[in-house]
């Protein structure tokens, strides 16, 4: 869904720096999510925002911090990137009264 | 919280055949029950979705099945086509929209 923008689609990083995800998003919805898939678990939520001001962790929100910067931007940071972050990282959001989520095209993340 | 469990982990059928997955989960006041499909390098995109108080819903040749009282719920998919080759995801939800997902199924239809 081109509505749901992800940067950068790539990274490669090395351990202990610290990186940052973007998602941007044109639906107008007010609930923002990150997922991070991995072969065989399926997607594991991080960190979820139902608006600006509010934000939640997730199933597996050690290691990651989030920012939500307007109802559109919602970031997702590693402070100190470790081997075992590398994965997809996914985008969605949902809105109005629907449950329906939309997944931005993913953010392919490997530390060295 | 929330656990949902997802078999088979991997699913080949021939072209034309049945395909059904299953899924089942622990919170009772579940919902919503999603599922999701995505192909190789795609996003996962919803294909079809049940809510708690509907015990089936058919679209086309997908089609969700419930079962509130076993805590559990299937994806059937009829007259299968090589571009139903994908990763299938469930999902669980009670509501505020925080989905907990199973572990997905590889779909592989052989022409």
């Known amino acids: 869904d081109a509505d749901v923008t992800q940067t950068p689609r790539n990274r490669i990083t090395k351990t202990g720096k610290r990186i940052m995800l973007e998602c941007s998003q044109t639906?107008?919805?007010?609930?923002m999510y990150w997922y991070r898939q991995d072969p065989g678990l399926g997607l594991q939520l991080i960190y979820y925002s139902f608006d600006v001001k509010d934000i939640n962790k997730g199933e597996i929100s050690d290691g990651y911090s989030v920012s939500r910067q307007a109802q559109a931007k919602f970031s997702l940071s590693l402070e100190s990137a470790i081997p075992n972050q590398t994965a997809l990282y996914f985008c969605?959001?949902?809105?109005?009264?629907?449950?329906?989520?939309?997944f931005g095209p993913g953010t392919r993340l490997l530390v060295l | 919280g929330e656990n949902v469990e997802q078999h088979p982990s991997t699913l080949s059928v021939q072209e034309g055949d049945s395909a059904v997955i299953k899924c089942t989960y622990s919170d009772s006041a579940s919902n919503y029950f999603p599922w999701y499909k995505q192909e190789l390098g795609k996003r996962p995109q919803l294909i079809i979705d049940i809510r708690s108080n509907v015990g089936e819903k058919k679209d086309q040749r997908i089609a969700v099945t419930l079962n509130k009282t076993a805590k559990h719920f299937s994806l059937h998919i009829t007259e299968t086509q090589p571009e139903d080759s994908a990763v299938y995801f469930c999902?669980?939800?009670?509501?505020?929209?925080?989905?907990?997902f199973g572990a997905g199924t590889i779909l592989r239809v052989k022409s």
């Open positions: 999902a669980a939800s009670k509501g505020g929209n925080k989905l907990v």
């Open positions: 969605a959001t949902s809105g109005g009264a629907g449950e329906t989520q939309y």
């Open positions: 639906k107008g919805h007010d609930r």
